[in-house]
């Protein structure tokens, strides 16, 4: 009884996970083909991380804590929202799945003329030798664990480019695991 009322639930999250994963390999053909469209609009930075934050909460798992810090310089940018979000909800969940503390602090601010945003779990760290992977293709950081990136990573890191931004990571036992992506953009003030 117990397993037939899982097979729903195993079909759901399998079926958004292969819905992800053709959504992932359609941008990624974009890109590279040179089709990829940004829709660049002019909104206020400080809203949009709001209501992220707002969004989050109400569909994540209630285990994870979400903190938002910046430094409330009431600024516009003239960015695609979408693949902003984009960008920072593929980066939370990876680094959500690791989390072992249960918070996840997402930082931002304006920064040489353009965005700079930070996903960081004081709580785990990634081995050195692992690092230079995860932006690859369809490399995995634990093949043991429950995520695997695929071309999540990857995907953020070629939209970043496409858009003349850069992404990294850095990660240390003492200090945890920092996720950051950096794009330029205009930057104005709120009226």
């Given at each position: 009884?117990?397993?037939?009322?899982?097979?729903?639930?195993?079909?759901d999250e399998n079926s958004?996970?292969?819905?992800?994963?053709?959504?992932?390999?359609?941008?990624?053909?974009?890109?590279?083909?040179?089709?990829?469209?940004?829709?660049?609009?002019?909104?206020?930075?400080?809203?949009?991380?709001?209501?992220?934050?707002?969004?989050?909460?109400?569909?994540?798992?209630?285990?994870?804590?979400?903190?938002?810090?910046?430094?409330?310089?009431?600024?516009?940018?003239?960015?695609?929202?979408?693949?902003?979000?984009?960008?920072?909800?593929?980066?939370?969940?990876?680094?959500?799945?690791?989390?072992?503390?249960?918070?996840?602090?997402?930082?931002?601010?304006?920064?040489?003329?353009?965005?700079?945003?930070?996903?960081?779990?004081?709580?785990?760290?990634?081995?050195?030798?692992?690092?230079?992977?995860?932006?690859?293709?369809?490399?995995?950081?634990?093949?043991?664990?429950?995520?695997?990136?695929?071309?999540?990573?990857?995907?953020?890191?070629?939209?970043?480019?496409?858009?003349?931004?850069?992404?990294?990571?850095?990660?240390?036992?003492?200090?945890?695991?920092?996720?950051?992506?950096?794009?330029?953009?205009?930057?104005?003030?709120?009226?």
């Amino acid at each position: 009884m117990f397993f037939t009322l899982l097979i729903p639930y195993i079909i759901d999250e399998n079926s958004a996970l292969l819905l992800k994963i053709s959504d992932d390999v359609l941008t990624l053909s974009q890109i590279e083909s040179g089709n990829l469209i940004f829709s660049h609009v002019e909104f206020d930075i400080d809203r949009f991380f709001r209501e992220f934050k707002a969004d989050v909460n109400a569909a994540k798992n209630p285990d994870v804590n979400l903190m938002i810090e910046s430094f409330d310089e009431r600024k516009t940018v003239d960015l695609d929202p979408s693949m902003l979000n984009r960008i920072i909800t593929t980066l939370l969940n990876y680094v959500a799945s690791f989390t072992q503390k249960r918070i996840v602090i997402i930082n931002y601010k304006i920064k040489d003329n353009g965005l700079y945003v930070s996903v960081s779990d004081p709580s785990f760290a990634i081995k050195k030798e692992r690092q230079k992977y995860l932006f690859e293709r369809f490399e995995n950081f634990d093949r043991s664990s429950k995520y695997i990136p695929g071309i999540g990573l990857p995907v953020c890191k070629a939209i970043l480019a496409n858009d003349n931004g850069k992404i990294g990571v850095e990660s240390e036992p003492e200090t945890g695991t920092t996720f950051w992506f950096w794009v330029p953009c205009k930057i104005g003030d709120l009226a």
